[in-house]
T-cell receptor, first 115, second 108 residues
Framework: KAGVTQTPRYLIKTRGQQVTLSCSPI?????VSWYQQTPGQGLQFLFE???????NKGNFPGRFSGRQFSNSRSEMNVSTLELGDSALYLC??????????????FGPGTRLTVL | EDQVTQSPEALRLQEGESSSLNCSYT??????LFWYRQDPGKGPEFLFT???AGEEKEKERLKATLTKKESFLHITAPKPEDSATYLC?????????FGGGTRVLVKP
């Protein structure tokens, strides 16, 4: 079956702009989690969505937000971009809520560069 | 504070040279220790979950073990295709906390 897909794969933005990233989970998976990966901080949890509701949230400012649609597809939005937001953004899907406790399937990521 | 720490940061091996990667954790009430493999330009790929001290799991040349304070990923007779970054992670609260990873390079 098809894996987790993320679009776009690469994105270049300038400071102050906003960006929307998209994630389509594996068919039948209802939980989508988002992570930020940087060389300095490693992989950090952003938030988890299940049944169109944010269930868990990491320690990121309110500029980072997301949503989930009825077909489980998810988007994350970053407003007022800062240079430090340059990172690989990964989404991961799992069958049930509580992705932290279950096997997660990761997409290839979206590489965001902020100039 | 709950923490997950991996060592070494990088490991260079000759093909066939077995070695171990360390993941130490300070997580109260551990509810699973996960190992993932990440290739350049790709997302992490699930390898193992361990739940209790003494548990071991194997997959091809990889074997993961768990104690009350650490987990080890043993790579036996590695091949160049085992080159990757290996990540361990543990649930802390309702989020998954990852270690910094160990970059493994296996030279033929």
């Amino acid at each position: 079956k098809a894996g987790v897909t993320q679009t776009p794969r690469y994105l270049i933005k300038t400071r102050g702009q906003q960006v929307t990233l998209s994630c389509s989970p594996i068919s039948g998976h209802r939980s989508v989690s988002w992570y930020q990966q940087t060389p300095g901080q490693g992989l950090q949890f952003l938030f988890e969505y299940f049944s169109e509701t944010q269930r868990n949230k990491g320690n990121f400012p309110g500029r980072f937000s997301g949503r989930q649609f009825s077909n489980s597809r998810s988007e994350m939005n970053v407003s007022t971009l800062e240079l430090g937001d340059s990172a690989l953004y990964l989404c991961a899907s799992s069958l049930s809520v509580g992705g932290a406790y279950n096997e997660q399937f990761f997409g290839p990521g979206t590489r965001l560069t902020v100039l | 504070e709950d923490q997950v720490t991996q060592s070494p940061e990088a490991l260079r091996l000759q093909e066939g040279e077995s070695s171990s990667l360390n993941c130490s954790y300070t997580v109260s009430g551990l509810r699973g220790l996960f190992w993932y493999r990440q290739d350049p330009g790709k997302g992490p790929e699930f390898l193992f979950t361990l739940y209790s001290a003494g548990e071991e799991k194997e997959k091809e040349r990889l074997k993961a073990t768990l104690t009350k304070k650490e987990s080890f990923l043993h790579i036996t007779a590695p091949k160049p295709e085992d080159s990757a970054t290996y990540l361990c992670a543990a649930p802390t609260g309702n989020k998954l906390t990852f270690g910094g990873g160990t970059r493994v390079l296996v030279k033929p």
